[in-house]
């Protein structure tokens, strides 16, 4: 199995700031098979970003997801309000794996 | 617009078999679609489980695979998971999902927690 690893596993940030969130394969994401997820709690996980980069409809364009083989990140930009919450990462190249998470909280 | 909706026991007693169903709607489970569970202890990450494709092909989670079976019921727009020998480490919320192919997924149930528990 491709073990995820997500660094920092807390992110403690003000509202207006960058967050750069990342996470590291334990061996190569064939084709940049890497997802995003954010989940508030209570809540189903919503997908925001697919084969490390792409947006899906409805993610607000201050997300950005890049990396290749086994160093991945995502960036929001300015963080608002409703972006605390905490983000999964996803490989589906060989098999599927979640990455532990990391929670972006306010400071 | 996919929406989908867990169902099933919220107590399975350790040793038995946790079974649920999760109904779709507002598409046809027989399209090109795959569907799936994932699975969420409380407090921790999530885990996936299995996904069935449209034909019936079925894919597993290796660490779960001598103990899960997912299975489509076309007749009732439903598939369904059955997970034997239950332990104390199989309670979590667990979700039903989807999508266009076995990779990310954009549709999730709202999620139904079971506990396994004597």
């Known amino acids: 199995d491709i073990v995820l690893t997500q660094s920092p596993g807390t992110l403690s940030m003000s509202p207006g700031e960058r967050a750069t969130l990342s996470c590291r394969a334990s061996?190569?994401?064939?084709?940049?098979?890497l997802a995003w997820y954010q989940q508030k709690p209570g809540q189903a996980p919503r997908l925001l970003i697919y084969?490390?980069?792409s947006r899906t409809v409805g993610t607000p364009d201050r997300f950005s997801g890049s990396g290749s083989g086994t160093d991945f990140s995502l960036t929001i930009s300015g963080l608002e309000p409703e972006d605390f919450a905490v983000y999964y990462c996803?490989?589906?190249?060989?098999?599927?794996?979640f990455g532990g998470g990391t929670r972006v909280e306010i400071k | 617009q996919v929406q989908l909706q867990e169902s099933g026991p919220g107590l399975v007693k350790p040793s038995e078999t946790l079974s649920l169903t999760c109904t779709v709607s507002?598409?046809?489970?027989?399209?090109?679609?795959?569907w799936g569970w994932i699975r969420q202890p409380p407090g921790k990450g999530l885990e996936w489980i299995a996904t069935?494709?449209?034909?019936?092909?079925?894919y597993y989670n290796p660490s779960l695979k001598s103990r899960v079976t997912i299975s489509v019921d076309t007749s009732k727009n439903q598939f369904s998971l059955k997970l034997t020998s239950v332990t104390a480490a199989d309670t979590a919320v667990y979700y039903c999902?989807?999508?266009?192919?076995?990779?990310?997924?954009?549709?999730w149930g709202q999620g139904t927690l079971v506990t396994v528990s004597s």
């Open positions: 999902v989807g999508d266009r192919r076995i990779s990310w997924y954009y549709f």
């Open positions: 507002g598409y046809s489970i027989s399209s090109t679609y795959y």
């Open positions: 069935i494709s449209q034909s019936g092909t079925t």
């Open positions: 061996q190569s994401v064939s084709s940049n098979y």
């Open positions: 084969d490390a980069s």
């Open positions: 996803q490989q589906y190249g060989t098999s599927l794996t």
